[in-house]
């Protein structure tokens, strides 16, 4: 061979890797179903499907905050969240095209992801204290003053309209990821795998009785919520 000839590199070897668990993946769709069917209910008045549809995002919310904790590993906070400084060295690659390597999340989309949590969880707790002329009491806002009620009432728009701008810059991100460094962020959401050297290992996978029991506890958590106090 000419030593002036280029050699190509061998092509890094890599294999399909179970990177977000079935519970996580439920979550993020469902999610995504009731926050559209609880904007429908509220726009036709339909409020007994919209407290429900509420009372169920609280529950997965809550859910979703457990299994940050005890769930998979990709699934838990403390293996996507760092600092503020590493998320805007990321920003700064964000149009830089390159290999996905990345096993969960990025330390920017961590960063999202609570966003979009904390949002959830303001919003669906603060359906609790609703007290309008559309819907009816909330379960606790017998327990608060009326002008502190109607306060939240007011945060409960300002919540949801903030929920909504952050639902398109999440969607635009992953446009953007597709387009400026060709990296699929929707597939592995939907199978649950994604491509990955083989010198990566692939991430440890909580139990589904564990996902199962968490669940129940939420649900626990909210039907007391909603109807005990």
Request: include cysteine.
């Amino acid at each position: 061979m000419d030593a002036d000839e280029p050699v190509n590199p061998q092509p890094t070897a890599s294999r399909p890797v179970l990177v977000w668990d079935m519970p996580t993946r439920v979550f993020h769709w469902l999610v995504v179903v009731l926050a559209a069917a609880a904007y429908a209910t509220s726009k036709l008045n339909w409020m007994d499907w919209h407290v429900r549809i509420g009372e169920t995002l609280l529950a997965l919310v809550l859910f979703r905050l457990l299994w940050g904790f005890f769930g998979s590993e990709t699934a838990r906070f403390r293996s996507f969240l760092s600092g503020p400084a590493a998320a805007w060295r990321h920003l700064r690659h964000l149009f830089h095209r390159e290999a996905d390597v990345q096993v969960g999340h990025n330390s920017a989309g961590g960063w999202m992801v609570v966003l979009l949590l904390a949002l959830l969880l303001g919003e669906t707790l603060s359906g609790l204290y609703v007290n309008n002329d559309v819907a009816d009491d909330g379960p606790l806002t017998q327990w608060v003053p009326a002008s502190i009620a109607n306060a939240i009432t007011a945060l409960h728009t300002i919540l949801w309209d903030a929920l909504l701008a952050a639902v398109v810059l999440h969607v635009l991100a992953i446009v953007v990821y597709a387009v400026a460094k060709g990296h699929n962020l929707l597939r592995p959401m939907l199978t649950g795998r994604k491509r990955l050297p083989e010198r990566i290992h692939a991430p440890r996978q909580a139990s589904a009785m564990l996902a199962l029991l968490l669940l129940v506890i939420s649900a626990v958590l909210v039907t007391l919520l909603a109807t005990c106090l």
